[in-house]
């Protein structure tokens, strides 16, 4: 008979040799589909020195690191806009005050629908803006918009209690949200904050369609070189793992805040000193009690 919780029953002897011969059938099957991928590359002749030759001129480099920094640029630019608008639109929405709520929800509302692709090319073309803050702009909206709803679910997670007990203490609604609310839902908000930045650190490649020099543009550009026989598959080869590693490193960034909050003496449990015989009653400022009655 087996042990059970009381979210599932723990598998079997049967059970988990079934599911280890699924894991092992699953592995070979996604071990397959890896060597005919790599087969196809060969056979097409994706891996041929004249294909990889553009990587090893000191123009092509260059021309790969200057798009690495104008992405992280824009991505720096957005990233910190995004969290502003975000914050502001997010105390927009919890506004005691109806007109400003109403005013902040059509914004975030309406900057959440609308396709990032579709501002930026607004704000490029219609505005006739330069197209790094054409980008930065578009990704902002965006971001901001959607970190906006983060925020305030965020806030409005943390137990209802806390909020009670702060403004029972006389404190006012700044001190509530920044001493109270705010440092709870963090950890809570983290990840999906970590999701969104992500995000608007891939849709930066969306800069190479009004022209930005980014990393994504630096990549086209060599990719449709005659040349070198069209390197576009060796392109996506090298482009594709530093925008995973940008990814798993701001992954690992929210890691380390997550751990520096944890250390963080104000979040800390404070330790309390064992109770000793005698020290349960205290004398107050109005002198020690009155002796029992006798009669």
Not at 123 to 131: E, G, S, W
């Amino acid at each position: 008979m087996t042990d059970s919780t009381a979210l599932y029953d723990i598998p079997g002897p049967r059970t988990r040799k079934r599911h280890r011969l699924y894991g092992i059938g699953a592995t070979l099957a996604i071990a397959a589909l890896a060597g005919w991928i790599v087969y196809l590359l060969f056979d097409t002749g994706q891996f041929t020195a004249e294909k990889w030759t553009p990587f090893e001129y000191k123009g092509i480099q260059e021309l790969l690191l200057q798009g690495l920094g104008n992405t992280l640029k824009a991505f720096a630019y957005a990233a910190v806009l995004s969290l502003v608008l975000g914050g502001v639109l997010a105390t927009g929405r919890l506004s005691e005050h109806r007109a400003v709520r109403w005013i902040a929800t059509l914004l975030v509302e309406f900057f959440r629908a609308m396709p990032v692709l579709v501002m930026i090319f607004f704000i490029f073309v219609a505005l006739k803006v330069q197209p790094l803050p054409a980008l930065v702009a578009g990704l902002t909206l965006y971001n901001g918009s959607v970190l906006a709803e983060v925020f305030r679910t965020g806030v409005n997670a943390v137990d209802r209690g806390q909020r009670e007990a702060a403004y029972a203490l006389g404190m006012r609604k700044t001190q509530v949200m920044t001493h109270v609310l705010v440092p709870q839902a963090v950890r809570a908000m983290l990840p999906a904050i970590i999701s969104q930045l992500v995000v608007a650190l891939k849709d930066t490649s969306l800069g190479y369609l009004i022209t930005y020099e980014e990393f994504l543009h630096a990549g086209k550009l060599i990719a449709s070189n005659l040349d070198y026989d069209l390197p576009f598959i060796p392109v996506v080869m090298v482009i594709a793992p530093i925008y995973i590693g940008l990814c798993m490193l701001l992954s690992w960034f929210a890691n380390w805040v997550a751990r520096r909050q944890r250390r963080n003496p104000k979040t800390e449990g404070v330790d309390i000193a064992p109770a000793e015989p005698g020290s349960l009653l205290t004398t107050g400022p109005q002198g020690p009690p009155p002796p029992p009655d006798r009669a």
